[in-house]
């Protein structure tokens, strides 16, 4: 399994963008599919976006499409999530996730098809 270490996450204005990054070690980061998930104060975790190992096949759910963008650099084993007009509602703490696999162009949407996680790293959106 990769281990995997998020950063990024700071206090910001509602409007405002951040870059969420996802490092991963100790495995082969270009044969797993990656997805940030999110879990706010009191809610269940949930799916924010999913990228395939190919690196161009990705989905993002509703509430973030057009303002999120997930994308990897599998030369330097990271993911990571553009964050553009943050609303109070992003407030949360985001995680990554790793799902290795054989496929190349495969997404997958649930927690349960992920094999390794980050800690999480939150992200606070004001006002």
């Known amino acids: 399994q990769v281990q995997l270490v998020e950063s990024g996450g700071q206090l910001v204005q509602a409007g405002e963008s951040l870059r969420l990054a996802c490092a991963a070690s100790g495995g082969t980061f270009s044969g797993h599919a990656m997805g940030w998930f999110r879990q706010a104060a009191g809610k269940e975790h949930e799916f924010v976006a999913a990228?395939?190992?190919?690196?161009?096949?990705?989905d993002h759910a509703g509430s973030v499409k057009g303002r999120f963008a997930i994308s990897r650099d599998n030369a330097k084993s990271t993911v990571y999530l553009q964050m553009n007009s943050l609303k109070p509602e992003d407030t949360a703490v985001y995680f990554c996730?790793?799902?290795?696999?054989?496929?190349?162009?495969?997404?997958?949407?649930?927690?349960?098809?992920?094999?390794?996680w980050g800690q999480g790293t939150q992200v606070t959106v004001s006002t």
């Open positions: 996730a790793a799902h290795r696999t054989v496929y190349v162009s495969r997404l997958f949407y649930r927690r349960e098809d992920y094999d390794s």
């Open positions: 990228i395939a190992r190919n690196s161009v096949t990705t």
